[in-house]
C-alpha cells in the first residue's frame, strides 16, 4: 500500500499560483474548493474556503468532493487492469458482460463493445432524464433502459457523442467480471494499493466518507447551500467522491505510468490505453470544457478527453452535477497534473485549472475567464424566442405527455401560462410562460435547476396544428426529448 506524498503549499510551487485560486474562485462566488497539483515528484495542496456554507467548517486535504464526470476516468482505469490482467478485453462486446444493455437497434447492440461505451462511440445524443435529471432514486437499469430508447444522431463509431448511460455499463461490467460489484473492485485494485481511503462512490459515499463536502449552486446572483445528491443510476458516469489528498495519488498514478512509490499499480501499457485517442471530437463544437476553444485536436480516449494546450499535449476531464464542478487536467510531457475540485456548480470554474496551468508551463497570460465566455453560446433572451403571433389557449396543452425512456411530464393551466412536472424527475417542477407560436419558457422552481439553466432559456414547444397538440418539445441547452400526449 503506498503512502500519500505530504502535500506542501502550492506557495512553494509559485507564489502566484495561490492568487489566481484566490481571485478565480472569488469571482465564481465558490464557498470551497480542494486544489491538487503534482509536478515532477512533488504534491501540492490548497483548501480554499469552507465544506458549506450550512457549517461553516474549512475546507481540508481530507475532505471528499463528488467529482462528476471526472469519474469516467476511475471506471477505466478499473477496466483497465481487467484488461491486463486477461480477464476481459476492451473489444468484448457489452453482451458478454451487461446483456439488458440495449440501444435503438437490436442488430447494432451485437456489434457495441466496452470500447465503444468507455470512448463515446455509440452516436446516440444526450437527451431527457435519461442523461441528465432521473430522481436519485432511480437505478442504473432505469438509465440503461432509456438508452434503447434514444435515437441516434450519427453512425456507431462515425464521431464522437458524450453519453453518460455507456459508462455507467462498463461500472457494471467491471463489477460482473470479478463477481465483487465495481466499488470492490476498484478499491481492491486502485484505491487500496494507492492509499486513497477518502474515495467513494455513489449512495456508499454517504456512509463511507465522514469527511464531506456540501453542494452548492448559485441562483440570482446569491451562493446557496442544496442537498446533496447521492445515487447509484449514473455511478459510472459520475457521483465519485476524493478527496484533495487522493486526488495527489490519482495524479501521480497517470503521470507516472501507473507507478507510483516504486509499485506497479496498473501496467503502463494498460493504463496508456486509456489517454489514446479512440475517436474524433471537435473544438468549439463538443463540450468546451474538454475542448478548449483554440485547440488544434480533439478526442476522446477511454474515460478521458485527449487534446492539447498551446502545443503541450493534454488528457483532460471536467465534471458537474448539481452542485458540484471538477476539472482533471494532465501534461504528461510536462510531468505536471491538476485536480480542482470546486463545491459549486456553474462554469465559473472552468477557466481557473487552465489558468494555474498556463502559469505553470510558462504560457502568456491571459483572461481565463473572458476567454472561455467569448466561446460560450449566446443564450437568446425570452423576447427573441417568441415567434409571431399569440400562444394559444394554454388549456389545449394541458394534459399528460410521457416518452418511454423518461416517463410522464404532467402540464396543466397556471393562469395565462402552464405548471409541469416530470414525474421521474429530480425537483423538476416548473412554471412556463406564453413566448408566442405554441412556445413556452420555462421558469423551473427548484434552486439546482434554475442555476443549471440560467445561460439557457429552456423551453417547452408543442407540436403545430389548431388543437391540441399532440406531441411537446422539451429543450434545455443541448438536452431535448420530443414527448407524445397520452390517449
Known amino acids: 500500500m503506498s503512502e500519500q506524498p505530504a502535500a506542501r503549499s502550492?506557495?512553494?510551487l509559485d507564489p502566484r499560483l495561490k492568487a489566481l485560486c484566490t481571485a478565480y474562485l472569488q469571482e465564481a462566488q465558490t464557498p470551497g474548493a480542494s486544489i491538487s497539483i503534482v509536478a515532477g515528484d512533488r504534491a501540492y495542496h490548497l483548501a480554499y474556503g469552507v465544506k458549506s456554507l450550512r457549517t461553516g467548517e474549512p475546507m481540508t486535504a481530507a475532505t471528499a468532493i463528488n467529482i462528476g464526470s471526472?469519474?469516467?476516468?476511475?471506471?477505466?482505469a478499473a477496466m483497465a487492469s481487467l484488461v491486463a490482467d486477461k480477464l476481459a478485453s476492451w473489444d468484448d462486446p457489452v453482451s458478454k458482460w451487461v446483456p439488458e444493455f440495449q440501444l435503438y437497434d437490436a442488430a447494432l447492440t451485437q456489434q457495441v463493445t466496452l470500447r465503444d461505451l468507455s470512448g463515446n462511440r455509440l452516436g446516440i445524443p444526450r437527451a431527457g432524464l435519461v442523461e441528465f435529471g432521473f430522481d436519485p432514486s432511480q437505478s442504473a437499469a432505469a438509465a440503461l433502459e432509456g438508452l434503447r430508447h434514444t435515437a441516434p444522431v450519427c453512425g456507431l463509431r462515425e464521431r464522437h457523442t458524450y453519453v453518460n448511460g455507456g459508462h455507467t455499463a462498463v461500472a457494471l461490467a467491471v463489477g460482473r467480471i470479478t463477481g465483487k460489484g465495481f466499488l470492490p473492485t476498484l478499491r481492491e485494485r486502485i484505491l487500496d494499493p494507492l492509499g486513497m481511503h477518502a474515495t467513494s462512490g455513489g449512495v456508499a459515499a454517504r456512509d463511507e466518507l465522514p469527511d464531506q463536502s456540501g453542494w452548492h449552486c448559485l441562483v440570482d446572483?446569491?451562493?446557496?447551500?442544496?442537498?446533496?445528491?447521492?445515487?447509484?443510476?449514473y455511478l459510472g458516469g459520475g457521483g465519485m467522491s476524493v478527496s484533495g489528498a487522493d486526488a495527489l495519488q490519482w495524479l501521480r498514478l497517470h503521470l507516472n505510468g501507473?507507478?507510483?512509490?516504486?509499485?506497479?499499480?496498473?501496467?503502463?501499457?494498460?493504463?496508456?490505453?486509456?489517454?489514446?485517442?479512440q475517436i474524433v471530437a471537435?473544438?468549439?463544437?463538443d463540450?468546451?470544457?474538454?475542448?478548449h476553444p483554440g485547440?488544434?485536436?480533439?478526442?476522446?480516449?477511454?474515460?478521458?478527453?485527449?487534446?492539447?494546450?498551446?502545443?503541450h499535449p493534454l488528457v483532460i476531464h471536467s465534471g458537474g452535477d448539481f452542485g458540484i464542478a471538477a476539472m482533471t487536467l494532465l501534461f504528461p510531457r510536462d510531468g505536471i497534473g491538476i485536480a480542482c475540485y470546486c463545491n459549486s456548480s456553474g462554469r465559473g470554474t472552468v477557466p481557473l485549472p487552465y489558468a494555474l496551468a498556463a502559469c505553470l508551463l510558462g504560457l502568456k497570460p491571459r483572461d481565463w475567464k473572458a476567454y472561455f465566455e467569448a466561446a460560450m453560446p449566446a443564450s437568446a433572451p425570452a423576447a427573441a424566442v417568441a415567434e409571431s403571433g399569440r400562444s394559444a389557449d394554454p388549456d389545449i396543452h394541458a394534459g399528460r405527455y410521457s416518452h418511454p425512456a423518461d416517463g410522464e411530464l404532467v402540464i396543466e393551466r397556471n393562469g395565462d401560462g402552464l405548471r409541469g412536472n416530470f414525474l421521474r424527475g429530480y425537483r423538476m417542477a416548473f412554471t412556463a410562460a406564453p413566448a408566442g407560436d405554441r412556445r413556452f419558457v420555462i421558469q423551473f422552481e427548484s434552486p439546482e435547476w434554475r442555476a443549471l439553466t440560467a445561460a439557457e432559456k429552456p423551453l417547452l414547444v408543442f407540436g403545430a396544428g389548431d388543437g391540441a397538440s399532440a406531441t411537446v418539445d422539451w429543450v434545455v441547452g443541448s438536452l431535448s426529448r420530443r414527448l407524445t400526449r397520452d390517449a
Open 295 to 311: 485547440a488544434h485536436m480533439a478526442a476522446y480516449g477511454l474515460g478521458w478527453a485527449v487534446t492539447e494546450l498551446e502545443g
Open 282 to 285: 471537435w473544438p468549439r463544437k
Open 70 to 76: 471526472c469519474s469516467k476516468a476511475f471506471v477505466s
Open 10 to 12: 502550492l506557495d512553494f
Open 287 to 291: 463540450i468546451i470544457s474538454l475542448f
Open 258 to 277: 501507473g507507478l507510483v512509490d516504486g509499485r506497479q499499480i496498473l501496467p503502463r501499457e494498460a493504463l496508456l490505453e486509456t489517454h489514446t485517442p
Open 221 to 233: 446572483g446569491r451562493t446557496q447551500a442544496i442537498d446533496t445528491v447521492y445515487s447509484d443510476w
